[in-house]
C-alpha cells in the first residue's frame, strides 16, 4: 500500500507542476522580426498578439504587399520562439515522464 501512496503523491505533484508550467506558458512572451528588423510582433500565451510595431518606411503607398508579407513572417518567428519555450516549460514540468507516449494518457508535448 505504501507503493501506491507514493505513486499517488508523485502524480499529484506532477499534476501541479504541470499546472505550473501551464499558468508560466499564459505569462510567456516571445517577440518575432522579418525584414531585417522592419516589422516586430510580440506574442504572449498561446500566440495572442500583443503588439506590432511596423518602421515609418514601409507605410508608404504601393507596399502594401510587402508589409502583409513581414507580418506573417514576423508573426511566424514569434510562434516559433513562443512555441519553443512553452515545450521546454513542459518538459521540465514532466520531468522524467518527459516525451513518453503512455497508452490512454494525453501527450504532454
Aim: hydrophobic share 45%; glycine share 10%.
Amino acid at each position: 500500500m505504501k507503493d501506491l501512496n507514493a505513486l499517488m503523491q508523485q502524480a499529484q505533484a506532477m499534476q501541479q507542476k504541470l499546472q505550473d508550467a501551464q499558468a508560466k506558458m499564459a505569462e510567456t512572451t516571445a517577440e518575432g522580426t522579418s525584414g531585417g528588423g522592419l516589422v516586430t510582433i510580440a506574442l504572449k500565451g498561446p500566440g495572442e498578439i500583443t503588439s506590432v510595431k511596423i518602421d515609418d518606411s514601409l507605410m508608404t503607398p504601393g507596399e502594401g504587399e510587402i508589409l502583409a508579407d513581414l507580418i506573417v513572417a514576423a508573426h511566424a518567428d514569434a510562434k516559433r520562439k513562443l512555441d519553443e519555450v512553452n515545450s521546454a516549460l513542459m518538459r521540465e514540468a514532466a520531468g522524467p515522464m518527459a516525451g513518453m507516449n503512455i497508452p490512454g494518457m494525453p501527450k504532454l508535448f
